[in-house]
């Protein structure tokens, strides 16, 4: 209890700047690591050829969906936590610490089940199919799919621990556990892909034990004494812990489940957009383009999830004095860092896409539509951490509207759309994320307006928190 009161004094104390920059060097770590996970595989699948390069970009709306479901059991639990340990009550914390992880292990295995029993369905259901792509790429899409599954309840799990530790403002630990598994990731590549002459699937297996490793780290650090322990007798399954997981996670679960969706429609989108014999190349530089957006959106995601402990402790502790200036802070850093990394891929566009593969024909795809993305992705900044103030303080509608509105309200509408209002259909596939970036941002300027006036009345009329 000594540790959760010096913790609660710091969380909501400290001077905010500060505390959000020490805690978001691991935070910022733990999630280009786990954008690693799937670049490490792209990159050396893309030693292999373009046909294997698309069907693992074929398999990755799974793996969005397998994390969809325990970034919603992280973030859900993980609020609640934050907001419970600010207002002092432990009991509650604990209970839910049990409640999430437990759900989460049991989902992943359903999802396992599942998905091996239906496998050839979810095989055509990503566009893995002989009209569409090559025979290859359906062979390595099947390969890849298979152990990836079997990795289900670890990466559901690993997103769970991973949240609730940062949520208690365990950042370092939660660091360690994905680092560790990521290392070991980029180790087994190259030797269960070549070395093991497993392909495609050796790069799934590695994908799945490293996942597996980091996972088992990240409980050991449950264990440790400023952590909330996971023990099953606090299980509680009941109507009131299941429905804070739902308020706290079911933005995550939109924007990833609704990002998986919408990796399925560019999939099927860029394949038909080209003329026949360039669509697992078009598909191979899109899915690269993804990755590389993905690791500079993940350190934005990362400096957002340090902010995320100090606004719950704060605002569970009604200090929402703090709670507004943290948010201004992350806007305004979050926002200066992807102006930056969008001049640098404007810039490099072409040597970006042929690290992971040199296929004329992909850098010419990729180049064009990496350069498309970078005129507008410093817009996110406020979209994603707008998302996270909502979200962090129980507002669910507001939560899931921006969650689902860059990757699925607008985008996947404009990505089936505006390839139809081109002679060239190709071109409105490029412009696609670039105008459901545009979009996403007019509907979250009048929302973070809005919050921030909210914040400045409550911290006037000093109006408590709710864990």
């Not at 989460?104 to 496998?119: D, K, M, N, S």
């Not at 490793?213 to 606090?234: K, M, Q």
């Not at 509105?405 to 990505?415: W, Y």
């Not at 009329?461 to 709710?466: D, E, F, L, M, R």
């Amino acid at each position: 209890m000594q540790q959760n009161d010096s913790k609660f004094i710091r969380m909501t104390t400290e001077p905010v700047q500060g505390l959000i920059c020490k805690l978001a060097v691991p935070t910022i770590i733990s999630m280009l690591v786990t954008a690693l996970y799937n670049i490490a595989d792209t990159f050396f699948v893309g030693r292999i050829g373009t046909e294997a390069t698309a069907g693992v970009g074929l398999v990755f709306p799974i793996m969005t969906i397998i994390q969809a479901f325990g970034f919603f059991f992280g973030q859900g639990s993980g609020n609640y936590i934050s907001r419970s340990l600010g207002a002092r009550k432990l009991d509650r914390a604990e209970y839910m610490a049990a409640t999430g992880s437990i759900c989460a292990l049991l989902f992943g295995c359903l999802i396992l089940t599942l998905g091996t029993v239906f496998q050839s369905t979810v095989l055509r259901l990503i566009g893995a199919r002989p009209d569409l792509v090559s025979e290859q790429t359906v062979l390595n899409a099947a390969a890849y799919l298979r152990f990836i599954l079997c990795g289900a309840p670890f990466m559901c799990l690993s997103c769970v621990l991973n949240n609730q530790m940062r949520f208690q403002g365990n950042a370092f630990f939660s660091m360690i556990g994905l680092v560790s598994g990521a290392v070991l990731n980029v180790a087994l590549d190259p030797i269960l892909i070549f070395g093991a002459k497993m392909g495609a699937a050796g790069a799934a297996l590695a994908t799945s034990l490293s996942q597996a490793v980091g996972c088992a780290i990240l409980f050991v650090g449950t264990r440790r004494s400023d952590s909330l322990n996971i023990r099953v007798r606090n299980f509680r399954p009941t109507p009131y812990y299941l429905k804070n997981i739902v308020i706290g996670g079911i933005p995550s679960l939109c924007r990833q489940g609704l990002a998986s969706i919408a990796a399925l429609c560019l999939n099927g989108a860029a394949g038909a957009a080209v003329a026949s014999g360039y669509a697992d190349a078009a598909i191979a530089a899109f899915s690269v383009v993804g990755k590389i957006m993905m690791l500079a959106f993940s350190a934005l995601i990362g400096f957002g999830q340090a902010f995320q402990p100090v606004c719950g402790f704060n605002y569970g502790a009604a200090r929402y004095d703090r709670v507004r200036e943290a948010y201004l802070f992350c806007l305004k850093v979050g926002t200066a860092f992807l102006l930056v990394m969008s001049g640098i891929g404007f810039v490099f566009a072409e040597r970006l896409v042929a690290v992971f593969r040199d296929d004329p024909n992909v850098i010419a795809f990729g180049a064009v539509a990496m350069r498309c993305q970078c005129c507008t992705f410093s817009l996110m900044g406020l979209v994603t951490i707008t998302n996270m103030l909502y979200q962090n303080i129980g507002r669910v509608v507001g939560a899931t509207l921006l969650a689902v509105a860059r990757q699925g309200l607008m985008f996947i509408p404009v990505v089936l759309i505006l390839p139809h209002l081109f002679a060239e259909p190709i071109r409105g596939v490029y412009l696609a994320q670039p105008t459901a970036d545009l979009f996403a941002f007019c509907l979250a300027l009048p929302l973070a307006v809005r919050m921030h006036r909210e914040l400045k009345a409550r911290e006037a009329a000093q109006i408590p928190g709710t864990p």
